[in-house]
């Protein structure tokens, strides 16, 4: 198996286990009234930082290999293609503050 999907799958699994282990471990602290709240708050708070990462690192990764491409040909187009890479990790930081939100707002 090649090392880049092997890094993938590994946190693809992360992403998936560690909400559901804190989840466990929150669920046995409180009452069962409350620890359904906080555990919704902590699974909404994990779907959208592991989402969130799945979808700029997806971004990242297409808009990455075309900006190689481009800047392979032409060169002063580097500015622009760095651009469009970084406006792809902005949706892994969007949704690191969504969490937030979710977790010390609501």
């Known amino acids: 198996m090649d090392s880049r999907k092997l890094a993938y799958y590994a946190m ?3 992403a998936i286990i560690l909400p559901a282990t804190a989840l ?3 669920a046995q ?5 409350s620890g359904i709240r906080e555990g919704l708050k902590l699974v ?5 930082v592991g989402l969130a990462g799945i979808g700029g690192g ?4 297409v808009a990455g290999a ?8 032409k060169r002063e187009m580097q500015g622009i ?3 469009y890479v970084v406006l792809g990790e902005g ?5 690191l503050l969504v969490s937030l939100l979710i977790l010390f707002v609501i």
Do not use: F, K, P, Q
């Open 44 to 48: 909404g708070a994990g779907l959208a």
């Open 91 to 95: 949706i892994a930081i969007y949704g």
């Open 81 to 83: 293609a760095l651009l």
């Open 58 to 61: 997806y971004a990242v990764g």
């Open 12 to 14: 693809l699994l992360a």
């Open 66 to 73: 075309a900006a190689i491409s481009a800047v392979s040909e």
């Open 29 to 33: 602290e409180d009452t069962i009234g």
């Open 24 to 26: 466990v471990a929150h």
